[in-house]
């Protein structure tokens, strides 16, 4: 069965860093993509960013685009996708989620909730001085 399980959030000053972790396991598709969302309170959940484990492409959301980075470490059947924060602002704060879509990111439909299977629970992050 399909587990993911984020971790790694908390406080961090503006400007400051966090990374994220997604620890995926019960999949056995060859390839599949891993996605991360936001979701403010009183907001729409939003699409963070999406990685293809196939090929190692990624997609982010504008709004994020040269501070965030999405990495991926394979131990064995297990994969831990990381979501490297850098340069927080105030308004990145926000519940963050993982998910899997059984495909690949697709650069016009990655960040469609809808397309994902599988998610994990969130893990909060705050972005506050």
């Known amino acids: 069965q399909a587990q993911l399980v984020e971790s790694g959030g908390g406080l961090a000053q503006p400007g400051g860093s966090l990374r994220l972790s997604c620890d995926v396991s019960?999949?056995?598709?060859?390839?599949?993509?891993i996605g991360w969302f936001r979701q403010a309170p009183g907001k729409e959940r939003e699409a963070v960013s999406c990685?293809?484990?196939?090929?190692?492409?990624?997609?982010?959301a504008d709004s994020v685009k040269g501070r965030f980075t999405s990495t991926i470490s394979r131990d064995g059947a297990k994969k831990t996708n990381y979501l490297h924060m850098n340069g927080l602002r105030s308004e990145d704060t926000a519940v963050y989620y993982c998910?899997?879509?059984?495909?690949?990111?697709?650069?016009?439909?990655?960040?469609?909730?809808?397309?994902?299977?599988?998610w994990g629970r969130g893990t909060q992050v705050t972005v506050s001085s």
């Open positions: 990685f293809s484990t196939n090929d190692g492409s990624t997609y982010y």
């Open positions: 019960g999949i056995t598709l060859d390839y599949y993509a």
């Open positions: 998910a899997v879509d059984s495909s690949k990111c697709l650069y016009n439909s990655w960040y469609y909730s809808a397309r994902y299977d599988y």
